[in-house]
């Protein structure tokens, strides 16, 4: 009768390391990564199952692998679902970003109009060309002439009060001296005021 080998010669099956790492990728995919983890479980999923499989019982793990593998598969079909979400709040994200650069391109323009009246005996300019040099240098003009919601290279705020003398003005805080030419954002405009201020007004 033929003595069986110690306990100590008897070799064990182990864990695949890759199954592992198929599971936390999977894990990791589920939770924050998404794609950029879920396709490394996918194929680590696959290739710990092909090893295994050709182990001859010497490797474990199947279920590890198998549990990387929906979850990498689970991760990628909510991609759709994700991006169909965050899509609105980025595009929210953008016009509110585009609005507060209008706002302050009408702020600049308002201001030089100001500044041009100052210099001129109190009267505004004829138009917006009249007070460019005070908005910077010919690149830096234009920018601040052009919202970032419009295309083509014309001026996208026009002087409402051309001419005209800012101490004539009897309600400064309710008279637009500079407005964006199209109502841009949502059905709003940015419009500066005769006092300084600017704001999103609503298209009329």
Known sequence: METPPPISQISL????????????????????????????????GIVALNKIGKSAGTLTGKGLAIAGLVMGGISIMLLPITAALLLPAVANARGAANQAACLNNVRQCTLACQMYAQ????????????????????????????????????????????GKKLADMGQPAETIIVRETKANHRGKRAVGYADGHVEMRADK
Do not use: M, W
């Open 119 to 162: 210099e001129h005996d109190g009267t505004l300019p004829n138009s917006l060309d009249d007070a460019k040099k005070l908005l910077g240098n010919e690149a830096s003009a234009d920018k601040v002439l052009h919202c970032r919601q419009e295309k083509g290279t014309a001026a996208s705020y026009e002087l409402v009060t051309p």
């Open 13 to 44: 099956p182990r864990t695949a390391g890759i199954a592992i790492a198929s599971l936390v990728l999977g894990i990791l995919a589920v939770t924050c990564f998404s794609i950029l983890a879920g396709i490394p479980a996918l194929i680590l």
